[in-house]
Structure formats: structure tokens, C-alpha cells
């Protein structure tokens, strides 16, 4: 988009950065699900954190896409259990390390369901985690 002219050159918008397309994207996910009221904004500590995951923890802009999208599709019995604790980029972040280990764990099922016993595990795995996680927010 054309943001302003100088001398009869126009300059344009520079390109989004990766942290400020991911929150779109996140946002987008979000405002599409039913259960969300409306589109969430994207704030400075929406970017500020989405930017702390890519830049601080090293985590490349198409391995968090995928693990957006997968959690948002809700194919796999985990995802379905972390959509909706995940609404904000200080969510994902905080639970980056087990989305992730997961997320790798359901492709190299080829994108499938395990047995029944492998998916109770690995939700239990995944309510372990969101327990530690809400323990820490809020405190002893």
C-alpha cells in the first residue's frame, strides 16, 4: 500500500515482518472459530512476544505457521485439547516446547491419530503441561 508521496515517488509500506504476519494469522484463526466473539487485536505485546519466539528462542516463522494451523484444524486429539488455552503469542510461547515436541510427534504419524492408549498418554502429557503452566501464572 502507498503510504505517502514525496516529490511525485510514492514509497511503500515496508513488507510486514515475520512476528506481525503471525499475529494476523493468529488473529484470523481465532476470529474464525465460533467460540470467539471477535477478532482479537493485535497489540504491541501481541508482536513483542511473537518476536521474542521467533528472534529469542529461535523458533523460524513456518515452524510456528504449522503449528498454528495444526492447532487450529483440531485433527489430532492434542491439538484439539491445546486450541483453546492458546489465544495469544504469550500462550504459545509459554507452551512452545511441548506444541512443538507434539506437533513433530502427530507428522511422523504421517498425520495420523495413534492407537487409543497413545493418545490417552499423549493428552495426559498435554494436561500435565497446561496444569504446570496455570500453576505458574497464578501463582502457589
Not at 515482518?17 to 505485546?45: F, G, H, I
Not at 489430532?76 to 491445546?82: E, K, L, M, N
Request: glycine fraction near 4%; aromatic fraction near 6%; charged fraction near 35%.
Amino acid at each position: 500500500t502507498v503510504n505517502s508521496t514525496v516529490a511525485d515517488a510514492t514509497v511503500e509500506d515496508p513488507p510486514p515482518s515475520a512476528a506481525a504476519r503471525l499475529c494476523e494469522t493468529l488473529a484470523d484463526l481465532l476470529a474464525a472459530r465460533p467460540d470467539v466473539a471477535r477478532r482479537p487485536t493485535v497489540s504491541d505485546a501481541w508482536m513483542l512476544d511473537m518476536d521474542r519466539l521467533l528472534r529469542l528462542d529461535g523458533r523460524s516463522p513456518d515452524q510456528v505457521e504449522r503449528v498454528l494451523r495444526w492447532l487450529d484444524r483440531g485433527e489430532d486429539p492434542v491439538a484439539g485439547f491445546w486450541r483453546p488455552n492458546i489465544r495469544s503469542p504469550s500462550k504459545l510461547r509459554a507452551q512452545w516446547a511441548t506444541l512443538a515436541e507434539q506437533y513433530e510427534a502427530w507428522k511422523r504419524r504421517g498425520g495420523k491419530r495413534g492407537s487409543a492408549e497413545e493418545e490417552r498418554e499423549r493428552l495426559d502429557v498435554a494436561r500435565e503441561a497446561y496444569e504446570r503452566y496455570r500453576t505458574v501464572e497464578e501463582g502457589p
